[in-house]
């Protein structure tokens, strides 16, 4: 009897073990053809789930030999469909089209390097955003700007030209952010920043791309602080098919192009495909002197010998130069310039002029940032697989700028000492009436030729030689050295990057997963300055080099266009630098491990990774044996300053749990201890490190709660991050006396910063016809405590808060009072509703509103130098709304031929508003005038002042970046 129950117990049991199995499959957007991310996988009838990662691909367990399973995304037609298991296993191939259509091939890729958040599953706060939403509503528009409908995200186009936009999520900037092309990190090793116009092109090959606010999923030891950007490229092995496209887009009356074309051979029987992609764009930005040029190139070869084994190898590239405006303008300047005070000319850019008849501009950035990676997965057994990707990147480029002054003729004389100093004049005080640089005035100067009475400035001593000196006595007969001359030069910014990634991934059950793995990179990055333009002179006096015994008379002048070598480009040699020649090598190894938990209703996680970071400054220009700090022998510096290795780690965890088909909560929590960048190890641009170097320390918490239904979908959550010991590095233009504006940079030590909201993220379906999405974010970002800063020019010198270098001696350091005080550069509170209306098979019109408010100011060293200040706050900038409206209509021929025409406008109603300041100048009150004989009494100075140095209720002498105004663009597509 005991054998017999024994024997039927096993029977049961084996029969419920085969009867339980895995269904795996892909699903693809239909409109596209590429990986549809997030797509919902449903055993009918049960609670049982997935989503789909960022290449379409899922894993479910179900516990029947057969059923139904339910395949639905917002947007698309649920599919159903039937699942018979073999052996324990199946594999389905899904495409999800708008309206019904049968089912058919899909694209076979993945990644465990890519840490992607599955929707009621991973526990942090997410938005997916869909290569055809991508296609519908970019545009014209700059790629951060797609996830301005997302909580929390605050885009924008900076200063307007090709590639220089912004992003920032839940208060944090760019290089706080951490983006990943394939499970690639891409923030600069030495800063963090991503340069968006390296990546130009990067919109043209995204199958997907997500958004991950906070902490994040991401495996790796990186600085995720605000949140991590996830980009999935288009794949090898995408079905057989091509696409032409061209665009054309109208910018206020300027004008851009773009052609592209683009074609995937198809997965051959013996496991060979390949993909190419080809685009450019040229023509000109909403700003004013912001042409461009850019190419785009992509090819990507894949090869599967076997189920176990697949390989790619991908390069990219999106060589580009373009004319910027980067320096913002006051609202003053814009008035004046083309505008009035009711509408100021949001397109007036002081960084450009006419030289020989040709639109010329000061600034202007080049660069060609090729990658090249090598992605490996092994499918060792069911349970384990390796993931590994090597990769290289050999950047190259520049941004251009001016060097050099003039002297005016006249003397500066200090109030308190009554000592004199020469007044010089800088390239940007030449201007015509227009607001323009004139170029050929700085021409004729630099020949010797007398510009007078046109402008205040000097017939030159010394014809043709940029930066020779000119010695001037002043009315106490003391004399002193002022350099003559003016040039446009290039500061480089050039790197070696190499690095690799691997990812073991081992199932332990059904239940429980880990993952362990490798991150290792090495940086080298060549910064210095060389010439571009000599404007008629013939050659630079370079005395920055002080190994040197006499000037060096630098005649070589660089192309300002980009170097189109994928393999690397020239280094100029150290006799063709200017100014200054300094190297950063850093060097990166990191640990990380995750363990994973899930079942039906439960999934857990615990990460934790350490790196290793070693940073090294080289100073080719340095004399070895200086001293950083004169009379210190403790501080001598050499020409390399050896690795200053920095351990840094992280740990974090979270928990998710699904209440019923319908409802879900989750939670998470972490600690960083984040490595400073490069610029904070050794400050002021010295080679002696901080003597008060520590880690950042990052605290992040977050707890959310979802809802889904076959109508709606609502994701609401809440967030804390406190960040300690913070380096700041940012742009802080200063004025000088004469009221002309000096480019510099601060350095700010011992930042603290604290960072809460709430956000919430809703998709409606109300018919197939009509459908809503809308967002909402507060956020409340403020400083504690009090900070030191630091101010440099362009040429790495030390000045103080009027731009005048610091001598030996001088104040170095600034304290910033700023406990309390508002975070800015980004929105602490935005709304966003869309709808997309579909009355025709193939036809959508979407429309979308976005409110913006709780914008402040930037952070600028010198408007928080006093506790005066401080109580002020930052400035806070007028709130906008802005409308889009853009439509595309599919005309199908047959099978995967389709003809797609799309038209849209940004900025709908041609709103003036501000996207950022640089300035935090208050606007005055009547206490600020008092009762004087000439001017009147306080009462009509304070009406004079409202009536004529006020915008929108912010004084027109703070420096800003308008938004672009009203836009539009139409594009033709030929899928084949």
Same mark, same amino acid.
């Given at each position: %009897? ?46 049982? #789930? ?89 545009? *014209? ?38 983006? %990943? ?93 390949? @993909? ?59 008035? =004046? ?86 007044? *010089? ?9 227009? #607001? ?41 007969? =003391? ?45 080298? #990055? ?19 080099? =002080? ?348 099978? =995967?031929?389709?003809?797609?025409? @799309? ?13 950022? @300041? ?28 409202? @009536? ?16 672009? #105004? ?11």
């Amino acid at each position: %009897m005991k054998n017999w129950v024994l024997n039927l117990a096993l029977i049961l049991l084996t029969s419920m073990t085969y009867a339980q199995g895995v269904v795996t499959g892909t699903i693809i957007d239909g409109e596209l053809n590429v990986p549809l991310p997030g797509a919902s996988v449903v055993v009918k009838g049960t609670s049982k #789930g997935v989503s789909t990662d960022m290449d379409g691909k899922f894993s479910l367990q179900v516990s029947s030999n057969t059923g139904i399973l339910e395949v639905s995304y917002v947007g698309f037609v649920t599919q159903k469909l039937n699942y018979t298991l073999s052996a324990g296993k199946a594999s389905v191939r899904v495409v999800l089209q708008p309206d019904a259509q049968a089912l058919d091939e899909v694209i076979v890729t993945g990644s465990a390097l890519l840490d992607i958040a599955q929707e009621r599953k991973t526990p942090v706060a997410v938005s997916t955003i869909k290569a055809s939403e991508i296609v519908e509503r970019l545009g *014209t528009k700059e790629f951060p700007e797609i996830l301005n409908r997302t909580p929390s995200v605050y885009a924008t186009k900076g200063g307007g030209g090709f590639g220089d936009s912004k992003i920032n999520i839940r208060g944090f900037a760019n290089e706080n952010i951490a983006v %990943m092309v394939n499970g690639m990190p891409v923030n600069d090793m030495e800063n963090g920043k991503v340069y968006w116009s390296n990546w130009a092109g990067i919109s043209d090959v995204t199958s997907a791309m997500q958004v991950q606010r906070g902490l994040g999923a991401s495996k790796l030891a990186i600085a995720s602080v605000g949140g991590t950007i996830n980009v999935v490229t288009r794949a090898s092995e995408m079905a057989q098919g091509g696409t032409i496209y061209a665009g054309y887009g109208n910018n206020g009356g300027n004008h851009e192009y773009k052609g592209l074309v683009s074609y995937n051979t198809g997965k051959s029987q013996s496991g060979w495909s390949s @993909s190419v992609l080809f685009s450019r764009s040229s023509g000109q930005k909403y700003a004013d002197g912001t042409r461009f040029e850019g190419y785009n190139y992509y090819f990507a070869l894949g090869y599967a010998p076997s189920e176990k084994h697949s390989l790619q190898f991908m390069i990219t590239g999106a060589p580009q130069w373009h004319d910027q405006r980067s320096s913002s303008v006051s609202i003053a300047d814009a008035i =004046k310039y083309g505008g009035t005070m009711d509408k100021p000319n949001r397109r007036y850019n002081s960084d450009w002029g006419y030289l020989n008849g040709e639109a010329y501009s000061n600034r202007r950035n080049a660069y060609h940032k090729p990658v090249m990676m090598l992605n490996w997965d092994w499918n060792i057994t069911e349970q384990s697989a390796l993931s590994t990707v090597v990769y290289a990147s050999l950047g190259r480029g520049f941004g251009t700028g001016d060097t050099g002054s003039a002297w005016s003729g006249e003397f500066n004389q200090d109030r308190k000492t009554g000592k004199y100093s020469p007044r *010089t004049v800088r390239l940007t005080s030449i201007r015509n009436s227009d #607001g323009l640089i004139d170029f050929d005035a700085v021409e004729k100067y630099n020949k010797g030729e007398d510009i007078r009475p046109d402008y205040k400035i000097e017939q030159k001593a010394e014809a043709g030689n940029v930066n020779s000196r000119r010695t001037v006595t002043d009315p106490d007969n =003391k004399q002193h050295s002022v350099s003559e001359g003016f040039a446009r030069r290039a500061s480089v910014n050039s790197h070696d990057w190499y690095g690799f990634l691997t990812n073991f991934n081992h199932k332990i059950d059904k239940n429980f997963t880990v993952n362990i793995g490798l991150d290792g990179r090495y940086y080298y #990055g060549y910064h210095y300055q060389v010439l571009t333009d000599l404007w008629g002179a013939s050659s630079y006096r370079d005395t920055s080099n =002080k190994n040197l015994s006499a000037p060096n008379n630098v005649s070589a002048v660089m192309s300002d266009k980009p170097n189109y070598n994928p393999f690397g480009g020239k280094i100029a040699p150290i006799e063709e630098r200017i100014t200054y020649s300094n190297d950063g090598e850093v060097r990166w190894m990191g640990l990380f491990a995750q363990l994973e938990y899930s079942d039906d209703n439960f999934s857990a996680f615990v990460q934790g990774s350490s790196s290793l970071q070693g940073f090294q400054r080289i100073d080719e220009f340095l004399k070895p044996g200086t001293e950083a700090v004169k009379g210190n022998p403790a501080t001598v510096m050499e020409r390399k300053t050896g690795f200053k290795d920095i351990l840094g780690y992280n740990i974090k965890g979270g928990v998710n749990y699904n209440i019923n088909e319908q409802h879900n909560v989750f939670a998470n929590v972490g600690y960083y201890s984040k490595q400073p960048f490069l610029n904070a190890v050794y400050p002021n641009n010295r080679n002696f490190s901080n003597p008060n170097l520590t880690n950042e320390k990052i605290f992040g918490m977050e707890a959310g709660y979802g809802f889904k239904s076959s109508i709606a979908n609502v994701n609401l959550n809440v967030y804390r991050t406190s960040w300690k010991d913070r380096f700041v590095r940012k742009s802080n233009d200063v004025t000088n006396a004469a009221g002309q504006t000096i480019r510099a940079y601060a350095n700010v030590l011992g930042v603290v910063e604290i960072h809460q909201g709430v956000e919430l993220e809703a998709n409606v379906t109300v018919t197939d016809y009509l459908k809503f999405r809308g967002s909402y974010s507060l956020g409340d970002w403020f400083y504690e405590g009090n900070a030191e800063g630091s101010l440099f020019n362009e040429s790495n010198e030390l000045i103080d808060n009027q731009g005048n270098v610091v001598t030996s001696g001088g104040a170095e350091s600034i304290t910033l009072f700023l406990d309390k005080v508002k975070v800015g550069d980004s929105a602490q509170q935005t709304v966003s509703l869309g709808a997309t209306v579909t009355p025709l098979e193939g036809l959508n019109i979407n429309a979308d509103w976005r409110y913006v408010s709780n914008l402040y100011a930037n952070l600028n060293v010198t408007d928080f130098t006093t506790q005066a200040a401080a109580d002020k706050g930052a400035l806070r900038l007028p709130n906008y709304n802005l409308f889009d409206l853009n439509v595309s209509y599919k005309l199908r021929f047959k099978e =995967k031929q389709a003809l797609t025409i @799309s038209a849209g406008v940004d900025n709908l109603l041609d709103t003036h508003y501000i996207a950022e @300041s640089y300035d935090n100048k208050h606007a005055k009150t009547l206490a600020d005038f008092k009762d004087d004989a000439a001017k009147g009494t306080a009462q009509q100075q304070f009406d004079t002042y409202q @009536s004529n140095n006020l915008y929108k209720g912010v004084d027109t002498s703070n420096r800003v970046y308008f938004g672009a #105004g009203r836009t539009w663009n139409v594009g033709l597509r030929y899928t084949f």
